[in-house]
């Protein structure tokens, strides 16, 4: 291994000295030609020495020049995706506000639905507790009811209203005010105007004058 090495770096290091020998042997004899060319061709008139001296250099190809156009487009076209990118991310972060916004207000809306439905909630049981309220007061007459409770009206209607206005009383004052407001109920409206002018007891009358509008008829 170490033989093999040691011939590889001989050779490259004898084509290096044939490179740099045959370079300067070439430079030699350029050198040596040019004169002999130009005393073959002749000593040149001042006309001629000017035109020579005035005509341009040839242009040499820059290759640096072309790999710099080159990395300058490079860059432009780097340039063009990074202002794209940030004109994008921009547009993506605007987009963004206006879904925050949007969300926003959805929450608001959704808020502020709840807030109802809970308003609407608690009126509706407030509304439930009030019927069942006015259901616990409202007077009830059934059916097998109702021919007795005529025929005890019509009795009253016959009556004298300060005899019927006392007996109504006593009912109400024996926990009988249900019964008292069917016989109402059933009874002709002068009479029931009668009898509810002559009890003394004025907050009595008014009690059973609003519970008249509270008999319900079962079917």
Do not use: W
């Not at 005035?54 to 790999?67: F, L, Q, R, T, W």
């Not at 209203?161 to 019964?179: F, H, P, V, Y």
């Not at 002559?198 to 008249?212: G, M, W, Y």
């Amino acid at each position: 291994m170490g033989k093999r090495l040691l011939l590889i770096v001989l050779a490259v290091a004898g084509a290096g000295i044939f490179a740099a020998a045959f370079a300067a042997s070439f430079a030699v004899s350029r050198y040596l030609i040019s004169p002999a060319k130009t005393q073959a061709a002749g000593p040149q008139t001042p006309e001629a020495a000017a035109a020579t001296k005035e005509a341009p250099k040839e242009a040499v190809p820059d290759i640096s020049s072309v790999e710099e156009k080159h990395l300058y487009e490079l860059v432009k076209e780097v340039r063009q995706k990074v202002g794209d990118c940030q004109k994008r991310e921009q547009e993506l972060q605007e987009q963004e506000k206006r879904l925050q916004m949007t969300r926003e207000v959805v929450d608001r809306e959704a808020q502020n639905l709840e807030n109802q439905r809970l308003q609407l909630a608690a009126a509706l049981a407030r509304l439930k507790e009030t019927q069942g309220e006015l259901e616990k007061t409202r007077v009830a007459i059934g059916r097998e009811e109702v021919v007795n409770l005529k025929r005890v009206a019509a009795v009253y209607d016959k009556m004298d209203a300060t005899a019927g206005s006392r007996i109504l009383e006593g009912m109400c004052t024996n926990k009988q005010e249900a019964d008292a407001v069917k016989i109402l109920y059933y009874m002709q409206e002068r009479s029931v105007a009668k009898v509810l002018a002559e009890i003394t007891d004025k907050s009595l009358a008014a009690r059973l004058c609003e519970q008249l509008k509270r008999v319900k008829e079962q079917s």
